[in-house]
């Protein structure tokens, strides 16, 4: 069964992905970043791409050629998702497709419109007995 992480108050969302999305790479997994649109998967990819030189991340928006040898998938469209194992969702909807993942991680910031799409997906989840961590980024 899929797990889910929540992390609360996370004020620098991009910021929290590079550090998660370097954890996973170490570790050899397979991410996909999914975000509204085009332009933010852009802008999240390279600033994955322009950290120092030994933990820059190598990624791909999803509709790009090379998109299946890159570890790291920006996609914005359910039919662009390759693969299956973490699944960032940056969107404020439920993707539809979450539990093909083995784990999905939901980033909630601090204005109240995020807030409220978080809890009503965290009632989702809990509801149908997903296994939920919580992490409350204003707590650390």
Not at 32 to 47: C, E, K, L, N, S
Not at 92 to 112: M, N, Q, W, Y
Request: with cysteine; charged share 20%; net charge neutral.
């Amino acid at each position: 069964m899929t797990k889910i992480r929540f992390y609360t108050d996370v004020t620098e969302p991009v910021a929290l992905i590079q550090h998660l999305v370097n954890q996973a790479w170490a570790r050899q997994r397979r991410v996909t970043i999914y975000v509204p649109d085009r332009d933010q998967a852009q802008a999240i990819g390279d600033q994955l791409w322009q950290q120092t030189a030994d933990s820059f991340v190598p990624n791909a928006l999803a509709d790009a050629a090379n998109a299946s040898l890159t570890p790291v998938h920006l996609a914005w469209l359910p039919t662009q998702i390759q693969h299956d194992d973490l699944l960032f969702n940056c969107q404020a909807a439920l993707p539809k497709f979450f539990s093909r993942f083995r784990h999905v991680f939901e980033l909630i910031g601090t204005d109240e419109a995020d807030k409220m799409a978080g809890r009503q997906r965290w009632a989702f989840y809990r509801d149908r007995g997903y296994e939920i961590q919580h992490i409350n980024k204003q707590s650390q």
